[in-house]
């Protein structure tokens, strides 16, 4: 089945350091999102990106679906950036499911 | 804005008792999935409708675990007998084509 891999596993940053997390996907996939999960466990929409790029805000995400991978870029990170990162991607692994990177965490210093 | 709707928000209980969840979609939305999320780790699907029809559950653990959407619209996800493995974070999410939205989740303790 289709394997993700995100990286790094774990991320520590000052207040208005800017960082870029990485997911990378072994087969081809029909979409991604990347999501936000909160200190609550809450998964946040970050961003559907199946393919290009998107902005929103202080965030952007790139994916280059036929290498198989996709960025998230956080710039000026604020301390409510902290939480855990996902990607998810949609795609055929034994049938067509949903399947979840492993995350990383992040933690923002003030 | 419209968003997914879970219950209860927190629940323990003990092994060998039976646990139900509850999801209630945004409305309009045809997909409805349950992920199973224990700590440290991504969530992991456990079942998908469309409408009232499952359309994945290769991850159910059959024997202790049950789904269903009757009306297409809201859904109950139920363990019996509950196991100490089974203490995680349970998530709802909806869609209307393939983004995904996700609810509050439930956060299961099973003592």
């Known amino acids: 089945g289709i394997q993700v891999e995100q990286s790094p596993p774990d991320l520590i940053l000052q207040e208005g350091a800017n960082s870029t997390l990485r997911c990378n996907f072994s087969?081809?996939?029909?979409?991604l999102q990347w999501f936000h999960q909160n200190p609550w466990g809450q998964l946040i929409n970050l961003f559907y990106?199946?393919?290009g790029t998107k902005q929103n805000g202080r965030l952007s995400a790139t994916t280059v679906a036929t290498e198989r991978y996709s960025l998230l870029y956080i710039s000026s990170s604020q301390t409510t950036d902290s939480g855990v990162y996902f990607c998810?991607?949609?795609?055929?692994?034994?049938?067509?499911?949903?399947?979840f990177g492993a995350g990383t965490r992040l933690f923002v210093k003030a | 804005e419209a968003e997914v709707a879970q219950s209860p928000r927190y629940k323990i209980t003990e092994k060998s008792q039976a646990v139900a969840f509850w999801c209630d979609p945004i409305?309009?939305?045809?997909?409805l999935y349950w992920y199973r999320q224990i700590l440290g780790q991504g969530p992991e699907l456990l079942v998908q409708?469309?409408?009232?029809?499952?359309?994945?559950d290769s991850q159910l653990p059959k024997d202790r675990f049950s789904a269903e959407r009757l009306k297409g619209v809201d859904s109950t996800l139920k363990i019996q007998p509950a196991e100490l493995g089974d203490s995680a974070m349970y998530l709802c999410?909806?869609?209307?084509?393939?983004?995904?939205?996700f609810g509050p989740g439930t956060r299961l303790t099973v003592t």
């Open positions: 999410a909806s869609s209307k084509s393939y983004e995904q939205y």
């Open positions: 087969d081809s996939v029909n979409n």
């Open positions: 990106i199946p393919s």
């Open positions: 998810a991607v949609y795609g055929n692994t034994g049938g067509f499911k949903t399947i």
């Open positions: 409305s309009g939305h045809a997909t």
């Open positions: 409708f469309q409408d009232e029809s499952v359309v994945d």
